[in-house]
């Protein structure tokens, strides 16, 4: 099966700037998870979807991010406007019922 | 507030021996635990999980301990090979609420020659 697809790989934008990711998630996995991995630490999860709906935005910093999945199916996760302490890998993830996340290679976001 | 830690970033193991990877975890209601490993460039892959009724998994060359009493999981990778150097990480969540898995702050692992 053809996995978790991302883009971009890499970003350098300067702060303030605005910046958007998107995630293609395996055909059928109900579930999209956007996380945040900073270096030198674990991923943390932004934003959980399953199919259309948000299941979990708890640590999703709205004043400045936002994501859709408008379709239930693909997502795009968006910063704006984006600060110093953004840069990090975002890495999306899918799943199927209770099976494990499934993760994306990560786009790399390096704000200068 | 860390709810599962890795307190050792690195770790070295000579091939063929035994790697030992620790995970600690604070919140007693976490009932599912998954380690993921993580080459450089690419996405955590999963390699192994474990249920809280259990207390061994088994899987090939890899093995997950669980400690509910001291809230502390082991992974053990018997015999290390060198493609098994890359970024190991615990994580943790509660099924019953499909709440969000928690990850730890990973171990590198590295196997010298």
């Known amino acids: 099966e053809a996995g978790v697809a991302q883009s971009p790989r890499y970003k350098i934008i300067e702060k303030r700037q605005s910046v958007a990711f998107w995630c293609n998630p395996i055909?059928?996995?109900?579930?999209l998870y956007w996380y945040q991995q900073i270096l030198g630490q674990g991923p943390k999860l932004l934003i959980q979807?399953?199919?259309?709906?948000?299941?979990?935005d708890s640590q999703l910093p709205k004043d400045r991010f936002s994501a859709e999945r408008l379709k239930g199916v693909d997502s795009t996760l968006k910063i704006q406007p984006a600060k110093l302490e953004d840069s990090a890998v975002y890495l999306c993830?899918?799943?199927?019922?209770?099976?494990?996340?499934?993760f994306g290679n990560g786009t790399r976001l390096t704000v200068t | 507030d860390q709810q599962v830690k890795q307190n050792s970033p690195s770790l070295s193991v000579q091939e063929g021996r035994i790697s030992i990877l620790n995970c600690d975890y604070t919140?007693?209601?976490?009932?599912?635990f998954l380690w993921y490993k993580k080459y450089p460039a690419e996405g955590p892959t999963f390699l192994i999980s474990?249920?809280?009724?259990?207390d061994k998994n088994e899987d090939g060359r890899f093995t997950v301990f669980l400690n509910k009493s001291a809230k502390h999981l082991s992974l053990h990778i018997v015999p290390s090979q060198p493609g098994d150097s890359a970024v190991y990480f615990c994580?943790?969540?509660?099924?019953?609420?499909?709440?969000?898995?928690?990850f730890g702050s990973g171990t590198r692992l590295s196997i010298r020659p």
């Open positions: 993830a899918s799943s199927l019922g209770d099976s494990p996340l499934h």
């Open positions: 055909s059928g996995h109900a579930t």
């Open positions: 979807f399953q199919n259309n709906g948000v299941v979990d």
């Open positions: 919140n007693s209601m976490f009932d599912y």
């Open positions: 474990i249920s809280s009724i259990k």
């Open positions: 994580a943790a969540s509660i099924v019953s609420s499909a709440s969000k898995i928690i």
